[in-house]
């Protein structure tokens, strides 16, 4: 096969897969009224960070704190996020998730692993464990988040 049919059908099975993945995001945002997909992601960036400072998400997002900042103070009204400053250093802000934060992460966490399992159950099991491999090997070489 010639690398621009590959390319193609590279293409056109990415476009499925995030097709799909938007639909699961959809379905979580429309449970949780008010949240947009970058506050999703800032949930998600949370919960596997544990509490972070505003730079962090910051740079995740590569947006300037500033304009974070806004962002935050919407997630923290709405009870998505606990802002604090660390007693040892003032100056630090931190977020973490709340309870309802956490919920909302668990969540969207559910509903991809249930995209995983149902991509997954197409293959045999050799071939799970060859794709597995195969898309971290490429996430952590060209995506490197």
């Known amino acids: 096969m010639k690398i621009k049919e590959k390319q193609q059908r590279l293409t056109n099975s990415m476009e499925k897969m995030l097709i799909k993945m938007?639909?699961?995001t959809n379905v979580c945002l429309i449970s949780n009224e008010g949240l947009d997909?970058?506050?999703?992601?800032?949930i998600c960036f949370i919960a596997k960070?544990?509490?972070v400072i505003m730079r962090e998400i910051a740079d995740f997002l590569s947006i300037p704190v500033s304009t974070l900042t806004s962002i935050i103070d919407?997630?923290?009204q709405k009870k998505y996020l606990y802002r604090f400053n660390p007693s040892d250093?003032?100056?630090i802000v931190k977020v973490k998730l709340t309870d309802s934060g956490v919920t909302s992460y668990k969540e969207f966490k559910s509903y991809k692993e249930k995209?995983?399992?149902?991509?997954?159950s197409?293959?045999?099991e050799?071939?799970?464990?060859?794709?597995v491999e195969l898309l971290e090997k490429i996430s952590n070489q060209t995506f490197n988040l």
Request: net charge neutral; hydrophobic share 40%; glycine share 4%.
């Open 126 to 131: 050799k071939e799970q464990d060859h794709l």
């Open 49 to 51: 960070n544990g509490e």
């Open 22 to 24: 938007n639909e699961v």
């Open 89 to 91: 250093d003032r100056r």
């Open 37 to 42: 997909k970058r506050d999703l992601s800032i």
């Open 115 to 120: 995209l995983s399992v149902m991509m997954l």
């Open 74 to 76: 919407k997630l923290v």
């Open 122 to 124: 197409v293959l045999p």
